[in-house]
């Protein structure tokens, strides 16, 4: 039976948290550049964008960055299905990168996207935004903006719906 943790207004007040940390935490917006990690991640980064735009009236670019043939678990798990990476025409290099996630679990899927971030460019400053931080990581991975700590057991399972993929914005642990 999942228990709902987070239902959407908490959602929103999360991003909008995260939003204004990411404002105050750059100096102007200019080369920052938010990547969505398929498929809940894209459509966060683009609501994070949306709202420091709000913050700060500037246009904030934002991507998609398939990190699938950089898993390290590819070989067990080889059906995943890939998402075309893209990135804004000016490219990474120099910029500013905010990863953008739905749950940070094992550190695994980070690392994978460091490493397609590397194959693409150099940028300045790569930071994590996550909705859901739920601990249990594997490797020494944190992330910068969290929108919730939720302690939970590795037989618990943590499921993040949200209005574009989902048809509602709910956080659920099972």
């Given at each position: 039976m999942a228990r709902i943790v987070l239902t959407k207004p908490?959602?929103?007040?999360?991003?909008?948290?995260?939003?204004?940390e990411i404002v105050e935490s750059q100096r102007g917006l200019d080369g920052l550049i938010f990547l969505g990690i398929p498929t809940r991640g894209v459509h966060?980064?683009?609501?994070?964008?949306?709202?420091v735009a709000d913050i700060e009236p500037?246009?904030?670019?934002?991507?998609?960055?398939?990190?699938t043939m950089y898993r390290d678990?590819?070989?067990?798990?080889?059906?995943?299905?890939?998402?075309?990476?893209?990135i804004p025409a000016t490219g990474i290099n120099g910029s500013?990168?905010?990863?953008?996630?739905?749950?940070?679990?094992?550190?695994?899927?980070?690392?994978a996207a460091l490493d397609a971030i590397t194959a693409l460019g150099r940028p300045n400053v790569v930071r994590f935004a996550v909705l859901i931080d739920r601990g249990h990581r594997e490797l020494p991975i944190r992330a910068d903006f969290v929108g919730k700590n939720l302690p939970t057991?590795?037989?618990?399972?943590v499921n993040?719906?949200?209005?574009?993929v989902d048809?509602?914005?709910?956080v659920s642990i099972a």
């Open positions: 908490d959602i929103d007040r999360a991003l909008k948290r995260i939003a204004h966060l980064a683009k609501r994070l964008a949306r709202l500037q246009d904030v670019q934002v991507g998609t960055l398939d990190v678990d590819l070989s067990i798990q080889s059906t995943r299905t890939t998402v075309a990476t893209e500013t990168v905010i990863l953008v996630d739905d749950v940070l679990y094992s550190g695994r899927t980070v690392r057991s590795t037989s618990e399972r993040v719906s949200i209005t574009e048809g509602s914005d709910e």
